[in-house]
């Protein structure tokens, strides 16, 4: 039999451990929650709606979250419309965190809008940008070197200045008109800085323009197959992926981040793709398809193999 000075200490262990569990449960609630959710999603599917919410949003991208929230229930739709079924809904608590990430692949999009380009992804698109790309190119070599020799003109009048004002130095001054003749010449030498300044922004700005022009050729070549070699940026490298968007689940939790789009429904598109991601559902082999590995298609809607794969994940036959 327990005496009571026993009962007090397996009792006060007991709380102890039941402390213990409430706190480490609280702790780690997110982590938890996210846990039991990817449970949820691998073994019961489509059984609950998956909760959205919007994560960071770049205003680089000029699109308010009223209008973003807008676009993501057309997206919705995509996916639940053919089932008849509620696979979506949005709460500002959310688990999946839907971000617009702005790096050099919108920029790229974006710098070209500015020359007045908006690149179709097909053959024609490419002959054009890669035309673009071609007159582009011969502007940078000829203001190259247009560059290069007002820099080397100016290192000549520079050396030559600094070697007469040692001269003068040397022999206590210069009388008054060969000071105002050299002095004449370093307001020179000031205003070539000037121009020299001016026309490196100008080639700078040119070469962002062509570097962005690659960025979006080389995506065409992949997206096309095209058999033809990829373009290496001007300057240092941008980077080798254009993925669009992508779909991310780990331990810190789950996210849409969308890096890229032209217009909305190329938004949409991203959007519906990785929303596939998000229900589990794998690439893919139809170019038609919301689920192929690359977003070329022009499409709305799901299409049958879509369809098949969506019923197929959530077990509707």
């Known amino acids: 039999m327990k005496t009571l000075k026993s009962f007090i200490v397996e009792s006060f262990i007991s709380l102890i451990i039941i402390l213990l569990l409430f ?4 702790y780690y609630h997110d982590y938890i929650g996210r846990f039991i959710q990817d449970l949820s999603n691998r073994y019961r599917p489509c059984e609950e709606p998956i909760a959205y919410s919007l994560g960071d949003i770049d205003s680089r991208f000029n699109i308010t979250p009223e209008k973003l929230l807008a676009d993501i229930k057309q997206v919705e739709e995509i996916w639940e419309s053919p089932i008849n079924k509620e696979l979506f809904k949005y709460s500002v608590t959310g688990d999946l965190k839907i971000n617009l990430i702005y790096d050099y692949r919108q920029k790229a999009t974006d710098d070209l809008k500015k020359i007045g380009l908006v690149i179709s992804d097909d053959q024609a698109g490419y002959n054009m940008l890669k035309s673009k790309y071609d007159s582009l190119f011969a502007s940078y070599n000829e203001q190259k070197n247009s560059l290069d020799i007002l820099v ?3 290192n000549i009048a520079k050396n030559a200045l600094e070697r007469d004002i040692n001269y003068w130095n040397k022999k206590g001054g ?3 008109d060969e000071y105002d003749a050299l002095e004449q010449r370093r307001i020179n030498l000031n205003n070539q800085v000037a121009t020299i300044n001016q026309e ?3 080639l700078n700005s040119l070469v962002d323009t062509i570097n962005s022009t690659k960025i979006i050729l ?8 095209l058999q033809v070699d990829t373009y290496n940026t001007v300057g240092a490298s941008t980077g080798k992926e254009f993925d669009e968007g992508q779909y991310v689940s780990n331990a810190s939790g789950r996210s849409i ?3 890229q789009f032209s217009d909305e429904n190329k938004l949409s598109r991203v959007l519906a793709h990785e929303f596939g991601h998000a229900l589990g559902l794998e690439h893919i082999d139809n170019a038609k398809a919301i689920m192929y590995y690359l977003n070329e298609g022009i499409n709305e809607k799901l299409t049958t193999d879509d369809i098949t794969a969506l019923k197929d994940k959530c077990g509707i036959k």
């Open 257 to 259: 981040d969308v890096f």
């Open 174 to 176: 210069a009388p008054k």
């Open 218 to 225: 080389n995506k065409l070549i992949v997206e096309l197959n």
């Open 200 to 202: 490196k922004d100008s």
């Open 152 to 154: 080397a003109n100016y």
């Open 23 to 26: 706190g480490v449960g609280y």
